[in-house]
Nanobody, 124 residues
Framework: VQLVESGGGSVQTGGSLRLSCAAS????????IAWFRQAPGKEREGISC???????YYSDSVSGRFTISRDNAKNALYLQMNNLKPEDTAVYYC???????????????????WGQGTQVAVSS
């Protein structure tokens, strides 16, 4: 089981990035997949998830700016990030291993499989 994120980088405030997460070793079809992020000195934060029925959830910090999507044929997850702000600077992780996409469930301990992370830096 492996998850590999890509697409991170450095942008200015207001810019956009698209993160990808490729899965191998198992199929994502029946799982919820999520994006988390961790800024320096802060706890890992769940920001969005999408379940097998394509229902989505966004935290207040990213709602209206980020869009999560999945492509089961490619066994992949994406995060389109628009209108980026300096407070979005963090390492972004994809995670899976649970069937539930819900705000109360979007915590690290509920996800079994993790990628290695990709760095996003937003400058003012």
């Amino acid at each position: 089981v492996q998850l590999v994120e890509s697409g991170g980088g450095s942008v200015q405030t207001g810019g956009s990035l698209r993160l990808s997460c490729a899965a191998s070793g198992f199929t994502l079809d029946y799982y919820t997949i999520a994006w988390f992020r961790q800024a320096p000195g802060k706890e890992r934060e769940g920001i969005s998830c999408i379940d097998s029925a394509y229902s989505t959830y966004y935290s207040d910090s990213v709602s209206g700016r980020f869009t999560i999507s999945r492509d089961n044929a490619k066994n992949a997850l994406y995060l389109q990030m628009n209108n980026l702000k300096p407070e979005d600077t963090a390492v972004y992780y994809c995670a899976t291993g649970t069937p539930l996409c819900a705000p109360y469930y979007l915590t690290s301990r509920n996800y079994d499989y993790w990628g290695q992370g990709t760095q996003v830096a937003v400058s003012s």
